[in-house]
């Protein structure tokens, strides 16, 4: 049973304009996202985060929104880069959890020059 | 620099055989993981330590095997049992301060049954 997901396996984007990274989870006892971003043969590298008790984050060309009431969160990315093709994992943590983060299965972004 | 190293980066197992893959952190993280990724299923847990000398198992346990003698280190064994081992592991660790910074991830070993 997948707790966090990611339903769209592939996303193509022309440089310059938005990028949009969608996430749903099913676990209420989520409280915390997060957003990595993962090139080919390496190791993912943490991009931005939120809490549950905020609904908007913002760090440069990265924001996350939260919807709590309907269990979706999503990364945008304006404007997108070329460099910003990579796979994008959203990850969830629960509350009181050691930081066992959960992942969704996630999207590969192509950013077309 | 601190950071997660990962050896090696390329693995070939034949069938039968144990193969252990190594994870060593210079942060001085508490707490260790290893995670596997199969093509379009994301990362999975396979076992995660929160102290030394203690582990527990992720999802995906069987087949697997770890240790945590030292803070940090926190090597993996394939063993036999795994019956379908191919695929790309990765390490990672946290700290016990906060949430925002989540894991800091190694680079990965590809693992190949040959």
């Known amino acids: 049973d997948q707790q966090v997901k990611q339903n769209s396996p592939s996303l193509s984007v022309q440089e310059g304009r938005i990028s949009i990274l969608n996430c749903d989870y099913t676990n209420s006892m989520f409280d915390y996202f997060l957003w990595y971003k993962k090139y080919p043969a390496e190791g993912p590298t943490f991009l931005i985060s939120i809490s549950s008790i905020k609904d908007k984050n913002e760090d440069g060309r990265f924001t996350v929104f939260l919807n709590k009431s309907a269990k979706h969160l999503s990364l945008h990315i304006v404007p997108s880069q070329p460099g910003d093709s990579a796979v994008y994992f959203c990850a969830a943590l629960r509350s009181g959890s050691a930081r066992q983060l959960t992942f969704g299965s996630g999207t590969q972004l192509t950013v077309l020059p | 620099d601190g950071g997660i190293t990962q050896s090696p980066k390329y693995l070939f197992r034949k069938e039968g055989q144990n193969v252990t893959l190594s994870c060593e952190q210079n942060l001085n993280h508490d707490a260790m993981y290893w995670y596997r990724q199969d093509p379009g299923q994301g990362l999975r847990l396979i076992y995660y330590?929160?102290?030394?000398?203690?582990?527990q198992k992720g999802d995906i346990a069987e087949g697997y095997s770890v240790s945590r003698e030292k803070k940090e280190s926190f090597p993996l064994t394939v063993t036999s049992a795994q019956k379908n081992p191919t695929a790309f592991y990765l390490c990672?660790?946290?700290?016990?301060?906060?949430?925002?910074?989540?894991?800091?991830f190694g680079s990965g070993t590809r693992l190949t049954v040959v």
């Open positions: 330590s929160q102290i030394v000398n203690d582990f």
């Open positions: 990672a660790s946290s700290s016990g301060q906060g949430r925002s910074q989540g894991y800091t």
